[in-house]
């Protein structure tokens, strides 16, 4: 049966599935002298799925990430259709007030920084940034970093000493990881969202060392789950045991809650969560991101020893006046009625996924985590999507444990429920199709949970 002549090839003999035997994982740990060597295994395991049409990473825009684009795979191949793999929740990013913004700081500051915030990288445009997230978050204190990565890797390695601890959920993003990675030793690790896990360590922590910090991170929505933790009572367990919490809401903030305050704003915890930090790079259509904080003491000794701050250039003009204008957008009437039609598309596509038996993780949000299951149906589905007109991305292990492939769909306020509905059907027939032809031969050994901690343990 082929779904197109681009198909057609599937059922053929050509297409290579023994690469799934392996995956990201198998080649974190290369030996020998050779930095070519070592680098060759990945390449080529890379390069035998790209030419079975198999690799969907490194993928490029052609023109703007709006709901339906065009793109081109990283070996120049051209795909067009609706578009559910980029990050712009409320379509902010060809938003006319946010390019004017763009546009007139370019005119006032030209297009750099020229210098580190620590030194002469501010410009009144971002110091009425911090102003302005401090004031959405009701935190009185905010530190700008050059990406929600650096927000948060420095927000734990700049606060936190070997002699501390971390209890972090296993699900948490790779910066929260790296960052505790390079914080201490001293770091455990809780079931995803699991509050009794946490307490127990807490417990455990507290009746051994009453001395030092204990961080306890978590995020409000998560990335690839499209679920939250219980803050309220996280934030009262840290209060019991003195530690101390973060939560990263890159994924919440803007896009959902009250006014666009996430989950802190649908949770009642706006002011009362110890550190928060974020990204500018789902919502706010820029790079960027930050740490909010309760005190100036706090935020000084971020802004000194928080690494990515200090020691990167500070964000552009560009980029402070573009997340103040999409902020103001946020807070404003238009963002209530964008985020009532975001959730709108991402209940549809939930709901017409589930007509098709398609199960998706996690509450309606941005994110719509489409389970699949066995890698390498998913990738086929990927590929036969792809060629339909539903551009999404692929999220396979180690980002997701082994076994739970997932297409990770991430919807727009500018989608329309018809498109929702369109793509899901594509997506219902693909995976039918893919499981069909493919089989659904176990491969590989799960050794790791996620990307996350293989990117830290030295297994
Ligand atoms: C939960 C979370 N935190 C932080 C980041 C990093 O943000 P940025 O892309 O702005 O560096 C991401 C991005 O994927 C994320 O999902």
């Not at 110091?127 to 959405?136: P, R």
Request: proline share 4%; net charge negative.
């Amino acid at each position: 049966m082929a779904i197109n002549g681009k198909t057609e090839r599937l059922e053929g003999d050509n297409q290579d599935f023994t690469v799934f035997a392996n995956s990201v994982a198998s080649f974190q740990r290369p030996r020998g002298t050779s930095l070519e060597d070592r680098a060759s295994g990945f390449y080529n395991w890379q390069d035998t799925r790209r030419e079975s049409g198999l690799w969907f990473y490194s993928r490029s825009l052609s023109r703007k990430p709006g709901p339906i684009t065009d793109i081109r795979s990283d070996n120049g191949l051209p795909f067009s259709g609706i578009n559910f793999a980029s990050q712009d929740y409320l379509g902010l990013a060809g938003h006319s007030k946010v390019i004017e913004a763009a546009s007139e700081a370019l005119e006032r500051f030209g297009p750099h920084s020229a210098g580190s915030p620590t030194l002469l990288g501010n410009t009144t445009l971002s110091l009425q940034l911090e102003h302005e997230i401090g004031d959405a978050l009701h935190m009185p204190e905010v530190v700008l970093f050059p990406t929600g990565w650096g927000a948060g890797f420095g927000a734990i390695a700049g606060l936190v000493r070997p002699y501390d601890h971390i209890v972090i959920d296993r699900l948490a993003h790779a910066c929260l990881h790296q960052g505790t990675a390079a914080a201490t030793k001293n770091v455990h690790r809780t079931e995803h969202l699991c509050v009794e896990s946490i307490e127990e360590h807490l417990r455990r922590i507290r009746s051994e060392d009453d001395r030092n910090m204990i961080l306890v991170v978590t995020e409000g929505l998560f990335s690839m789950d499209a679920d939250m933790p219980d803050i309220a009572v996280m934030q009262e367990i840290c209060r019991r045991y003195q530690a101390v919490l973060l939560v990263d809401i890159a994924h919440d903030f803007g896009a959902m809650g009250p006014g666009g305050t996430g989950a802190l704003g649908l949770q009642n915890m706006l002011g009362k969560v110890d550190l928060v930090m974020g990204s500018f790079s789902k919502t706010f259509a820029s790079n960027g991101g930050f740490v909010a904080v309760k005190s100036p003491a706090i935020k000084q000794y971020l802004k000194f020893y928080g690494g990515p701050h200090i020691f990167s250039n500070a964000l552009s003009p560009v980029q402070c006046a573009v997340v103040s204008s999409a902020l103001e957008i946020v807070r404003s009437s238009e963002g209530d009625a964008r985020r009532e039609q975001l959730i709108r598309v991402a209940q549809g596509l939930r709901k017409a996924l589930a007509g098709r038996s398609i199960s998706c993780l996690g509450m309606p949000s941005p994110i719509t985590p489409v389970v699949i299951g066995e890698e390498r149906v998913a990738a086929v589905t990927a590929k036969i999507i792809a060629e339909r007109g539903v551009l999404t991305n692929l999220v396979e292990y180690p980002a997701v444990p082994l076994g739970q492939a997932r297409l990770r769909m991430q919807a727009m306020a500018t989608h329309t429920l018809e498109q929702a509905c369109q793509a899901a059907t594509i997506i219902g027939d693909a995976v039918r199709f893919a499981a069909s032809i493919v089989g659904s031969d176990r491969n590989g050994v799960s050794t790791h949970y996620s990307i996350s901690e293989m990117l830290v343990d030295p297994a």
